[in-house]
């Protein structure tokens, strides 16, 4: 499951700064704001860095030239599944919907955190009830807020983005799990791959994307692709 993914790493590997800030940085599909100035201020001196209208980037390998016949892409997503809050309820619980695949059967009473544009607060997730019809289940968050005044008096807003809780745990035999962890490797991945290359004069264009919206429908991978900047694409998949 993408929502506690296990890795096989080299002892302490996941106590890399950067790969903890990746893991620890809300990144709902649509809003991956965050995660993408972070992921900017690590790759300027890499190259030059180009935003679209929507919230994906690429940066151009400083070395590319028009002369070099080959361009490529490597590309990873920031985006990981998660939710928005769509109301507050007189009660103080949160009703949130859903952002990419999440499997309901394995959704029961998880750690979450609310981000708000000042604060974040923890929070548990439930699954409330299922559509009798579409079959499709609605969660709510306790917070523990009191009511509904007491919520929006925190700061919590409808759009509002929830993620799962960060928890990074170390296990036995050299093991690590966190949520979506293979979607946070990718970005670090690429984020690697771009730190060894930045002052290597290659056979090629490269050029390095980071996209958001691929848990729902991937939007990013596709605005990317029609500004038609490789002619040979290494893409990382899950």
Known sequence: SAFCTSSKLV??????????????TCSVPGNEEALRDYLIQKMKNYGTIKKTRWTDFYCEHKNNHPDKKIRVVVTA???SPGFI???IEENGILTVITLGGIPSQKMGLRPIQVHTS??????????????????????????????????????????????????????????VAAPCLDDRLGIFSMLEIAKKLANEDLDC???????????????????ISDMSLSNLKLIRKN
């Not at 002892?11 to 620890?24: A, P, R």
Request: aromatic share 10%; glycine share 10%.
């Open 118 to 175: 000042k604060n974040v607060y923890p929070g548990i997730l439930q699954i409330h009830s299922a559509d009798s019809e579409k079959r499709k289940p609605r969660y709510n968050v306790f917070c523990g807020f009191k009511s509904k005044k007491d919520a929006e008096k925190a700061g919590v807003q409808k759009g509002d983005s929830v993620c799962f809780d960060p928890c990074i745990m170390e296990l036995q035999n050299d093991f």
């Open 77 to 79: 997503h920031m985006d």
């Open 205 to 223: 264009n490269v050029y390095y994307a980071a996209t958001g919206c691929e848990e729902t429908g991937g939007r990013g991978a596709q605005i």
């Open 11 to 24: 002892k302490g590997f996941i106590m890399n700064k950067v790969l903890k800030k990746i893991i620890e």
């Open 85 to 87: 809050v769509q109301e």
